[in-house]
């Protein structure tokens, strides 16, 4: 009776058996669970292995700590100016800059501007614009990546020449209201709604008056895949110039 009892306490205790799997995951065989650096491994191993065009979003958010407080005031406008170019001016050990880390695209407040064909027009009086569009487009200047308030007054492509130095509460919001409104920095339509949160309209005109929040965003180059010429230099850049980018907007 006790060898029965003992062959099937054994035979019940080995069905765990039929659970096992190998781990061959050298993070998770060694990285503790639970820990900064194993998200961030993952979280790096994630992105290296996702689609060529993707692409990295460094994202900030400047928020009005007063009850009925707004972010659209020219002193907002003026700190957020000058957070961007707290970022403009990070230089690592290993050389990244936000100009070298950036997504380009290409600035298109130069291309030609496509007028309507006649009705019934042939192939050959459209495809002359289109190919002059398209070729313009090529040859257009490459521009980082960057989506804000602060592109309402950009010029060009750039914000070198800064902020109005009279701005007042009054010109942000007739700026940002404006009619056909476009972004200096990439020459593309731009809508405020993208970056505002809790934007109050007035009730007549239905224009925004103010608004609680506006997100910052800085679209950085994807990181490169293993079998990628100089993927490991390359990428250890990308993640030192996001390691300084958080300490400069905290």
Same mark, same amino acid.
């Given at each position: 009776?006790?060898? &029965?009892?003992?062959?099937?306490?054994?035979?019940? %205790?080995?069905?765990? @058996?039929?659970?096992?799997? /190998?781990?061959?995951? &050298?993070?998770?065989?060694?990285?503790?669970?639970?820990?900064?650096?194993?998200?961030?491994?993952?979280?790096?191993? #994630? &992105? *290296?292995?996702?689609?060529?065009?993707? %692409?990295?979003?460094?994202?900030?958010?400047? &928020?009005?700590?007063?009850?009925?407080?707004?972010?659209?005031? #020219?002193?907002?406008?003026?700190?957020? $100016?000058?957070?961007?170019? !707290?970022?403009?001016?990070?230089?690592?050990?290993?050389?990244?800059?936000?100009?070298?880390?950036?997504?380009?695209?290409?600035?298109?407040? $130069?291309?030609?501007?496509? *007028?309507?064909?006649?009705?019934?027009?042939?192939?050959?009086?459209? %495809?002359?614009?289109?190919?002059? !569009?398209? #070729?313009?487009?090529?040859?257009?200047?490459?521009?980082?990546?960057?989506? $804000?308030?602060?592109?309402?007054? !950009?010029?060009?492509?750039?914000?070198?020449?800064? @902020?109005?130095?009279?701005?007042?509460?009054?010109?942000?919001?007739?700026?940002?209201?404006?009619?056909?409104?476009?972004?200096?920095? *990439?020459?593309?339509?731009?809508?405020?709604?993208?970056? @505002?949160?809790? #934007?109050?309209?007035?009730?007549?005109?239905? /224009?925004?008056?103010?608004?609680?929040?506006? *997100?910052?965003?800085?679209?950085?180059?994807?990181?490169?895949?293993?079998?990628?010429?100089?993927?490991?230099? /390359?990428?250890?850049?990308?993640?030192?110039?996001?390691? /300084?980018?958080?300490?400069?907007?905290?």
């Amino acid at each position: 009776m006790f060898i &029965v009892g003992s062959v099937l306490f054994t035979t019940l %205790c080995a069905t765990g @058996l039929t659970q096992m799997a /190998e781990e061959t995951d &050298v993070q998770t065989l060694w990285l503790p669970r639970g820990t900064d650096f194993k998200k961030n491994s993952e979280y790096l191993r #994630a &992105v *290296t292995e996702a689609d060529e065009d993707s %692409c990295r979003r460094q994202k900030v958010q400047v &928020v009005s700590v007063e009850d009925r407080g707004s972010v659209l005031t #020219a002193q907002s406008v003026r700190e957020v $100016h000058r957070l961007r170019q !707290a970022v403009f001016d990070i230089v690592t050990e290993d050389g990244a800059t936000w100009p070298n880390r950036c997504k380009r695209v290409p600035f298109l407040g $130069h291309l030609p501007s496509l *007028t309507t064909p006649p009705e019934g027009a042939f192939p050959e009086e459209v %495809c002359p614009q289109v190919e002059t !569009a398209e #070729a313009a487009e090529k040859a257009a200047p490459k521009v980082c990546l960057e989506s $804000h308030l602060l592109e309402a007054w !950009a010029v060009g492509g750039s914000l070198n020449r800064g @902020l109005p130095a009279n701005l007042t509460d009054k010109d942000v919001v007739e700026t940002i209201n404006g009619d056909d409104l476009v972004s200096g920095l *990439t020459g593309l339509p731009l809508r405020v709604s993208d970056f @505002l949160g809790s #934007a109050v309209e007035d009730r007549k005109s239905g /224009e925004v008056i103010s608004a609680k929040g506006m *997100t910052l965003t800085f679209v950085t180059n994807r990181m490169l895949k293993g079998d990628e010429p100089n993927a490991t230099f /390359e990428n250890d850049m990308s993640l030192n110039f996001e390691e /300084e980018f958080i300490r400069v907007v905290r």
